[in-house]
């Protein structure tokens, strides 16, 4: 099949790479003409495991193009899926200027039937604003099909490739099919596509990714309580998720969550439930308590250090929002760094992945390392903000030997209390007891 898709940011790239493994001709469209070159040349400008090996190989054997003329990319395309950005406005809602743009060009440019599918994270009632924006300028037959993306940044390329469930929203058969058909390949295993109407499929991503949103809330919230009444929150998470009502997943107590899916579409379903004058509570809860749980770890370092942060150096092992990721977008490890910086502290931070994007925001109190361990040297205490693996098992010792206090502020309880207490650290993390030495 031939398809096009508009937009080469995360969710487009990802989307053309895989149809095109699955034997479709995909081309993907960009207006940004640097970002098509480097794409031309072979430059995969996301870090996403696995996505640099398809890409090379479709890209190599004619299946994955790339240009910035929507013209000619779309011509001949049986389906155009739209993969583009919805930034939230101040209020929260969600833009949909380069939606409805791309879709009045559109307008212009179908010859024959074509199926244009919204690949974005948009609002209930978006496909029919598409379909009107079309409409307006073609007399042609065209279908719009909502189609949203559940991929998960760090293993995204497997969530494409073995998708859990595939969600179309249309009121088309005739679309339907040609959709199902497109899908077929990723589906074999019997895992369900599942056909709905244009709102219910829209509703469907913001509802996945809200509910998700609130179960890592609610267990950070238990785990501020497991502090002041004793318990560990870590024995909490293991009794609740073997639990099969509840399951295993997303019950880690931390330090928030970022990025660039949760924040943004938690804020645009509210923002959408306030529009239609529902009080979404939950909701609204949820936004509030992660906006404090992301800087949890600042009072806990103010206490210790008896409210003088002046001069201290801290190391920061962490920074993108979460692993296998280079994104720093509503990154908790942002909001730390501003925090400590605001209170006369310097920094030294390590990422496996997402050093290069923190160096262009132009913080001179951040000195981004080439290593856990030069971050670490003469720091009066470690912060870790992200569990990378490599993080999961130091060198303890080496460790103690860097660091100028032996003290750890760890926002994603990586690591053991006994295996703390046997190392003679003072550790410090989120609902659990403290460990001072």
Same mark, same amino acid.
């Given at each position: ?7 080469? &940011? ?10 095109? %493994?699955?034997? /479709? ?36 054997? &004619? =299946? ?16 155009i899926f739209l993969a583009l950005p919805t930034p939230p406005n101040e209020d929260g809602s969600a833009d949909l200027n ?10 212009? !440019? ?17 496909? %029919? !604003? ?21 991929? =998960? ?24 099919? $040609? ?6 390949p990723l589906v074999r295993q019997g895992n369900p596509v599942l056909v709905m109407d244009e709102k219910s499929a829209e ?16 267990? /950070?919230?238990?785990? /501020? ?14 009794? $609740? &998720? ?44 949820v936004m509030s308590v992660n906006e404090k749980q992301k800087i949890k770890l600042i009072e806990k370092i103010k206490a ?6 002046? &001069? ?26 501003? %925090? ?16 290069? /994007?923190?160096?262009?925001? #132009? ?8 290593? %856990? ?55 410090? #993390? ?8």
């Amino acid at each position: 099949m031939k398809i096009s898709v508009v937009g080469t &940011g995360y969710v487009g790239l990802v989307t053309g790479t895989c149809f095109a %493994e699955t034997g /479709n001709y995909v081309t993907c469209i960009d207006i940004d003409k640097e970002k098509v070159d480097c794409l031309r040349q072979g430059q995969v400008p996301i870090y996403e495991p696995g996505l640099d090996v398809i890409f090379e190989r479709n890209q190599r054997e &004619g =299946r994955l193009t790339f240009t910035t003329d929507l013209a000619g990319g779309i011509k001949s395309s049986s389906v155009i899926f739209l993969a583009l950005p919805t930034p939230p406005n101040e209020d929260g809602s969600a833009d949909l200027n380069y939606v409805i743009d791309v879709a009045e060009q559109l307008g212009s !440019l179908i010859s024959e039937y074509t199926i244009i599918v919204n690949k974005s994270t948009v609002p209930v009632g978006t496909t %029919e !604003l598409v379909r009107n924006a079309i409409s307006e300028k073609t007399q042609i037959e065209f279908d719009v099909v909502s189609n949203p993306e559940f991929l =998960r940044e760090g293993v995204a390329v497997d969530d494409f490739m073995k998708p859990d469930r595939v969600v179309i929203g249309t009121s088309s058969e005739k679309a339907a099919e $040609i959709m199902r058909e497109l899908y077929a390949p990723l589906v074999r295993q019997g895992n369900p596509v599942l056909v709905m109407d244009e709102k219910s499929a829209e509703m469907t991503k913001y509802a996945a990714n809200s509910f998700l949103a609130t179960k890592i809330t609610f267990m /950070n919230e238990v785990a /501020n309580l497991c502090e002041i009444l004793g318990a560990d929150v870590d024995m909490v998470r293991k009794g $609740i &998720g073997t639990d099969n009502r509840i399951g295993k997943r997303f019950l880690f107590a931390g330090i928030g969550y970022g990025g660039s899916c949760f924040p943004k579409d938690v804020q645009a379903l509210a923002k959408t439930a306030s529009q239609a004058n529902y009080d979404f509570k939950i909701l609204n809860s949820v936004m509030s308590v992660n906006e404090k749980q992301k800087i949890k770890l600042i009072e806990k370092i103010k206490a210790y250090f008896n409210y003088d942060l002046k &001069g201290k150096t801290f190391a920061v092992w962490g920074l993108a929002f979460k692993p296998y990721t280079d994104d720093i977008r509503e990154a908790p490890s942002l909001a730390n760094i501003r %925090e400590l910086i605001n209170e006369g502290a310097r920094i030294k931070a390590y990422d496996p992945e997402a050093a290069e /994007n923190v160096k262009k925001l #132009s913080m001179p109190q951040v000195r981004v390392c080439e290593d %856990e361990y030069e971050a670490l040297r003469d720091a009066d205490a470690l912060l870790i903000i992200t569990e990378w693996p490599v993080f999961r098992t130091p060198e303890f010792g080496r460790m103690k030997q860097l660091l100028k206090n032996d003290v750890i502020f760890d926002g994603r309880n990586l690591y053991d209390l006994d295996t703390m207490r046997k190392y003679g650290f003072n550790y410090i #993390s989120i609902g659990r007891k403290e460990i001072h030495e």
